[in-house]
């Protein structure tokens, strides 16, 4: 072993051996010695000071401690569509919040209004992070203490997933299982997943209910019910209580306007139908393409189940209140009322004021003719119903719409 101690010791001797037989010299070290000590003694206590002084090392973030009576959320892709409505009804019921973010879709506008609303230390935090990314996911476990996680973040278009069928599964699949070993390593309690009426495919039977056999025909529908299967597998090992929410077509923006639905330019071509009919009512694209006018259905057109997204962030928190330790529930959330891209088109003339211009064509492949949910079990078990009609909610819409022409870029007066 090497004796560190005895080489200094020996190096201190030759030293003071050089000087000896110095006076000045000895007492020049005696006046260094009891310097060295004094300037260390202040330099220690300025330390201190410091320290004591400084918020962020004597108290912890109020994100990284349990709380009694303080629920915090995790909400991942809360700066989307969805997710940042959900977020905002969280914060207004008084649960904590962190946003996890790549912004690759959201919008930190849309952070920016939330932080504005709720700017009280501890209320809400915003980590971009990629959920791919699994040092960083499990950073943000490691760092926070989440009693839930609400998982939005998704790419989330049915024609896109078609062309890049990878993409979906990495980002659905294999992110919600990145998700779930951090879950399951931090021992977080529930699980709020957002899930899709695509993993049912095309049923037979409508309306479909929660038994319907999910058979999904396209990669979005494929990925999403393979995070279900994992979520469904993981559970049965575990206590942690878990809610699938499987939502029908999401519309509208919050009532106040203060949120909204603003998709990237360059999404458009995948883009829903509330997004195509206000681009058209906005003159942004000519009028609106209707694809399919001979489908078994009253009018022909297609039939979709129009769900408000206040009505569906409600079906969250309920769900998020009545999770329970070790159980699992899965719920259909819609309005159990089929509408056809025709009537759609009507309601969206009607709240808008403008007559959109509408060109038939034929029939896209892979669209189902007839899609609606039968919502009894969210009715019954998580004692939510929707609320807003199709007109209400393309008005709420059509409103924020109007007054945020360029998204959350740039806000403009309402007209
Ligand atoms: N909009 C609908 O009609 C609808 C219907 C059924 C299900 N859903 C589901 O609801 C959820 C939210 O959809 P939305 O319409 O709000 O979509 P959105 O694109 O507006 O929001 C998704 C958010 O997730 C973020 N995100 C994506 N990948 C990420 C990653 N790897 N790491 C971190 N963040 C990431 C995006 O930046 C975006 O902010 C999705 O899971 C979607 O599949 C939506």
């Not at 495919?201 to 494929?222: A, C, L």
């Not at 694809?291 to 259905?297: A, H």
């Not at 939510?384 to 924020?400: F, I, P, V």
Request: with cysteine; hydrophobic share 40%.
């Amino acid at each position: 072993m090497l004796n560190f101690g005895r080489a200094r010791n020996q190096a201190r001797a030759a030293r003071s051996m050089a000087l000896g037989g110095m006076d000045y010299a000895d007492t020049k070290r005696k006046g260094n010695f009891v310097g060295k000590i004094f300037l260390a003694a202040a330099f220690t206590a300025l330390c201190i000071i410091m320290i004591k002084r400084s918020p962020s090392l004597t108290t912890p973030s109020p994100f990284s401690i349990r709380e009694p009576g303080v629920t915090h959320v995790l909400v991942t892709g809360g700066a989307g569509f969805i997710g940042s409505h959900a977020v905002l009804r969280l914060l207004r019921d008084s649960y904590r919040v962190t946003i996890v973010d790549n912004l690759s879709r959201g919008n930190l506008g849309a952070i920016r209004v939330l932080q504005d609303l709720f700017p009280q230390p501890g209320r809400l935090q915003f980590i971009y992070a990629d959920l791919g990314d699994k040092n960083s996911v499990d950073k943000i476990f490691s760092e926070n203490k989440f009693d839930a996680v609400m998982h939005f973040a998704a790419v989330a278009y049915v024609g896109e997933s078609t062309l890049d069928p990878l993409k979906y599964y990495h980002n659905i699949t294999s992110n919600t299982l990145l998700v779930l070993e951090s879950i399951a390593k931090y021992d977080v309690k529930k699980l709020i997943y957002s899930s899709t009426c695509a993993t049912y495919g095309e049923p037979e039977k409508m309306p479909i209910t929660e038994e319907t056999p999910q058979v999904p025909i396209n990669p979005y529908g494929k990925a999403k019910k393979m995070a279900e299967d994992i979520i469904l597998d993981f559970s049965k090992k575990s206590d942690m209580a878990v809610m699938i929410l499987r939502y029908f077509n999401v519309i509208g923006s919050d009532p106040e306007g203060r949120l909204g639905e603003a998709p990237r330019p360059e999404l458009r071509e995948h883009g829903r139908i509330s997004g195509a009919c206000f681009d058209a009512a906005r003159n942004i694209i000519p009028g609106l393409k209707v694809r399919g006018t001979d489908y078994k259905t009253a009018d022909g057109t297609c039939v979709r189940d129009y769900i408000d997204v206040t009505d569906l962030v409600d079906a969250h928190v309920k769900a998020l209140e009545k999770a329970q330790t070790g159980k699992v529930g899965i719920y259909n959330v819609g309005t159990g009322k089929g509408s056809s891209v025709k009537e759609f088109v009507d309601a969206c003339k009607k709240a808008t004021g403008v007559n959109i211009k509408v060109e038939f064509l034929p029939r896209r492949p892979g669209d189902y003719a007839e899609v609606y949910s039968d919502p009894t079990k969210s009715r019954l078990e998580l004692n939510w119903t929707a609320q807003y009609t199709l007109e209400d909610s393309l008005k709420m819409a059509w409103r924020w719409q109007k007054s945020h022409r360029d998204g959350y870029g740039a806000l403009t007066a309402v007209l």
